[in-house]
């Protein structure tokens, strides 16, 4: 809030925001979208290399996409940009997003490991 020259005394003027979250990307973008189901699948070949290229096997990767029903290519990088990806991710922002459907990606990603006995 000190950023943003509020306390939480401040009066917000109407029409302003402030953001109270702790979230890097969701204090720049405001909230959680989950608008995969209108994005052209060639975007997860972005966020895949994205992972990749630090080495993560499951994480969650934010893309910056201009238009998301053109596909995208390498020649064409400006389609898309890598805002984050996080080795950690937050999971309740994807079952409960702001817009979009909510997918369970814990019970997709975690599995019980069978007891030993």
Known sequence: MARQNVTPETVVARGSQVYLGRNPAAFAAGEYWDDRDSLDSSYDAVAIRAAQA?????????????????????????????????????????LRPTIGTGVDLSSKSCRRRPSKG
């Not at 238009?67 to 995208?72: S, V």
């Not at 400006?78 to 994807?94: F, G, I, K, T």
């Open 54 to 94: 630090v080495g993560l096997r499951y994480c969650s990767v934010d893309l910056a996409v201009i238009n998301g029903f053109m596909p995208y290519t390498d020649d064409q990088p400006e389609l898309a940009q890598v805002v984050a990806v996080d080795p950690a991710p937050n999971l309740v922002s994807w």
